[in-house]
């Protein structure tokens, strides 16, 4: 049967996980960046990035509009040619919708455009945009 997913079980110490063979199996090479993204369930991505620059954008969407925002959140998006590297949402948080969205590099003009231009809509109840720098040890 084909493998979807691979797990290991491993220890943190002082901060730090040990990938051990995973690190092999999904390409991860020995001093390359990568983006650790951690979820209030206790899940961890670790998702290989070529930029250690990268920008993540949070929007608040009112629930009742979601998927019209949604249509032209991506739309514009792809005009303004940002390179998402992940993205995630939770629904419902009652009257409102989570979407944040990593973006490669922090193309800092692309940004706050793509920003301010969310900022005008209606539907768009609240945005943040951090710069997430890579970390040296």
């Known amino acids: 049967m084909k493998e979807l997913t691979k ?8 901060g730090k996980i040990d990938l051990g063979e995973l690190q092999n199996d999904v390409g991860i090479n020995e ?46 998006m792809r005009n303004l040619k940002l390179k998402l590297i992940h993205s ?21 003009d692309k940004m706050n455009e793509f920003r301010t231009w969310l900022d005008t809509l209606d539907m768009v109840l609240e945005t943040e945009l951090h710069h997430l720098h890579q970390q040296r040890q």
Do not use: M, N, Q
């Open 7 to 14: 797990g290991i079980l491993t220890t943190v110490l002082d």
């Open 31 to 76: 001093g390359e960046s990568i983006l650790l993204i951690g979820t209030r369930s206790k899940f961890i991505r670790l998702i290989p990035i070529e930029d250690p620059e990268i920008a993540l954008l949070r929007v608040c969407i009112a629930i009742d509009s979601f998927e019209d925002a949604s249509h032209l959140l991506l739309k514009r």
């Open 88 to 108: 995630t949402g939770f629904c419902p948080l009652s009257d409102r919708c989570i979407w944040e969205g990593y973006f490669s590099g922090f193309p800092e």
